[in-house]
């Protein structure tokens, strides 16, 4: 690496720090930086920029969004205020987005309870979903939180803390994947999937 420029170096330590790249991948990414045309590049870089200044936290599901005020979804007079879905992340609304099935409104928690990378419920948005419930008009909170541990007890904790507001409290049901096959299900699946089924 001391053959670099150091400008070089500096570009390739920036991209290693990306999640999932290595250290070889950054070099890959910086090469094909610098054999950018320089518009691009100042594009690319601005775009950096400008994703960072201008999108923050709506201040109602803490989603992110552009500008100050609500996002979309919390502005969106055909979105039901009664129905609360809690995601872990942004990436999460987007997923439930594309089913295109969904018509209450979001929490983005940013994270989930886990001791063992030291993040309590203080760390992430509990505090103002329960404000939300707490100022009443909610019907249900749907817990949309990962099935693993960390997603399982976190959901746990929240309908336990949402239990005095008198909602309902429902959790996403589990099952086999659509196109999947019986035969290639996991244990944990396959009794979840029959704890969840219903009436057809
Ligand atoms: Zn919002």
Do not use: W
């Not at 929490?107 to 001791?115: A, D, E, R, T």
């Not at 329960?130 to 749907?142: C, P």
């Amino acid at each position: 690496m001391e053959y670099f420029p150091p400008a070089l170096e500096r570009l390739t330590e920036q991209f290693a720090k990306l999640p999932g790249v290595g250290r070889k991948s950054a070099q890959r990414l910086a090469f094909f930086v610098l054999s950018l045309p320089e518009e691009d590049a100042r594009d690319f870089a601005d775009a950096i920029v400008a994703a960072k200044t201008s999108i923050s936290l709506c201040p109602v599901c803490r989603n992110f969004t552009e500008g100050e005020g609500p996002c979309a979804v919390c502005r969106s007079p055909k979105r039901d205020p009664g129905v609360i879905c809690v995601v872990a992340d942004p990436k999460d609304v987007i997923a439930l987005e594309r089913s295109r099935e969904y018509e209450g409104r979001y929490h983005v928690l940013h994270g989930v309870i886990s001791p063992m990378n030291h993040v309590g419920p203080d760390d992430l948005h509990i505090k103002e979903l329960v404000e939300r419930v707490a100022a009443g008009g909610v019907r249900e909170v749907i817990m949309a939180t990962n099935p693993d541990t960390e997603g399982e007890a976190t959901a746990m904790y929240l309908a336990r803390l949402l239990r005095p507001f008198g909602v309902k409290v429902t959790r996403l049901a589990y099952g086999i994947p659509v196109g999947g096959h019986l035969e290639y299900a996991d244990d944990a699946t396959l009794m979840r999937a029959l704890e969840g089924r219903r009436e057809i």
